[in-house]
């Protein structure tokens, strides 16, 4: 199990923001996924080495921001305006993902 150490989830109302982080595994594409119950990791957002290319599904797209901080090794995932629909557990990982995922973080969006 690799120690990606995400962390920041947690409950928030529908409509609020959350700020996600987790250790970036070196000069590499980093990406945000999410998973819920009985389905597939899902393709949130990903980032170059340089932050200078990002992606989004499009299900986040401006809501959402990753970005990276090279000097800490640490890659962000800044959600806003959360729906429903955004409640998972949300890991980082390479993007494309290794085969090994750390525990993610648990963000619920609350009505």
């Given at each position: ?55 989004y ?30 409640t ?24």
């Amino acid at each position: 199990q690799v120690d990606l150490a995400e962390s920041g989830g947690g409950t928030v109302q529908a409509g609020g923001s959350l700020r996600l982080s987790c250790a970036a595994l070196g000069p590499d594409i980093m990406g945000w996924f999410r998973r819920v119950p009985g389905k597939e990791y899902e393709f949130v957002a990903g980032i170059t080495w340089d932050g200078r290319t990002t992606a989004y599904a499009d299900s986040v797209k401006g809501r959402f921001t990753i970005s990276r901080d090279n000097a800490k090794n640490l890659v962000y995932l800044q959600m806003n305006n959360l729906e429903l629909e955004d409640t998972a557990v949300y890991y980082c990982n390479l993007n494309p993902p290794r085969p090994s995922w750390g525990q993610g973080t648990q963000v619920t969006v609350s009505p």
